[in-house]
């Protein structure tokens, strides 16, 4: 693999001495999320393997084109998974792109984000080298978190090598409820729910339905399902994956009007706007179809608290992700001269000049 960090190292210099851009690529199953990409293709996908993996410890690194698949079959044959329930959007989705990108799936309220289970990593910067971050232990906390900051960071500040994630044992217990609920009642009930011990690992509404999937050990979820009531899901296992995936009926709409992704404290009333709407992790996701201007949508999100990304489709040239303060975009450009002062990666797949 040495000589392929070496290539990775000559296609950098290069691009730098002659200030041309790389898109950093595995196996593009995220391709078409944030802004158009330019430049020379680098790919990453065969930059692959699992370095270290010990179950007792719940650790694993791997490289950045690692499959995801085979990282979670590998995980899988000791019973346990990443937590954070990473959507693949692709049978070869790479280890580094989960990363990269930052999105989590369902169980991301219960069990925390990506960023959360980053323990290390290690990045080739602008100018060819290698940069060690993190460790492989939960308390290497030392100095500012780098590995974390390279979450959700697009590929914009490197090319991300090798990875070590936290991972969890799979719950010995799981079933999902369904209620018959309006959307503002639903709101409601998630939030009242959230503040009660409860094994709530997912939540999902959408048309006049309620979808509560619960995790843990066999009593707890056993107390939960009496407790609660509803209607218990059949093949709920497909109908979490489709979620995660967004193979669900609902992401199949025409996307020339935009699936825009709403994040908003889960406590946020139901968002006045046309289109349809689906709501996740408690209240604080919310999808959204709809015909209204880019700028309604946003200015609704920023008075409920949160903020509006236009997740896919949609007129990209009115910029994905919600607009930045000139405090972040200032910490945003500074980030990008330190680690890429050249400007080759990723450029502008987040904002512009970033």
């Not at 080298?129 to 100095?143: C, P, R, S, T």
């Not at 489709?242 to 009926?249: A, N, P």
């Not at 994040?263 to 992790?281: F, N």
């Not at 209204?292 to 920023?302: D, Q």
Request: aromatic share 8%.
């Amino acid at each position: 693999m040495q000589s392929i960090v070496e290539n990775f190292r000559e296609r950098v210099l290069a691009a730098s001495n002659q200030q041309t851009a790389l898109q950093i690529q595995g196996s593009g199953s995220k391709r078409w999320y944030g802004q158009e990409l330019h430049g020379e293709l680098l790919d990453t996908t065969a930059y692959q393997g699992i370095l270290a993996y010990d179950p007792t410890e719940l650790v694993l690194t791997a490289r950045s084109g690692t499959r995801l698949q085979d990282i979670e079959a590998a995980l899988a044959e000791h019973n346990q998974m990443l937590a954070f329930e990473p959507p693949h959007w692709g049978t070869a989705a790479t280890l580094g792109g989960v990363i990269a990108a930052g999105l989590s799936g369902p169980r991301r309220p219960a069990a925390g984000a990506v960023r959360d289970f980053v323990l290390g990593a290690s990045l080739m910067d602008g100018r060819g080298d290698v940069l060690e971050f993190g460790g492989q232990v939960m308390k290497n906390v030392a100095g500012y978190d780098v590995s974390r900051l390279l979450t959700g960071s697009m590929g914009c500040l490197g090319l991300l090598l090798d990875i070590s994630v936290k991972v969890l044992p799979r719950p010995f217990a799981e079933t999902t409820l369904v209620f018959a609920l309006s959307e503002a009642d639903a709101i409601t009930r998630l939030n009242q729910w959230a503040g009660q011990a409860l094994p709530i690992s997912g939540s999902c509404w959408q048309v006049g339905r309620l979808m509560l999937r619960l995790s843990g050990a066999e009593a707890a979820v056993r107390a939960a399902k009496v407790r609660l009531g509803g209607e218990e899901m059949q093949d709920a296992a497909e109908f979490w994956i489709s979620l995660r995936e967004q193979t669900h009926d609902f992401f199949s709409q025409d996307e020339e009007q935009g699936l825009w992704r709403l994040s908003l404290p889960s406590t946020a009333t139901p968002v006045r706007l046309s289109g349809k709407s689906m709501i996740e992790w408690g209240g604080a996701q919310r999808w959204l179809y709809s015909n209204e201007k880019p700028e309604l949508i946003r200015l609704n999100a920023l008075a409920a608290g949160g903020h509006a990304c236009l997740f896919r489709g949609g007129d990209k040239s009115l910029g994905v992700f919600a607009p930045l303060s000139a405090t972040l975009e200032k910490i945003h450009q500074r980030l990008k001269q330190v680690f890429d002062p050249a400007g080759i990666f990723n450029p502008g797949r987040m904002y512009k000049g970033f």
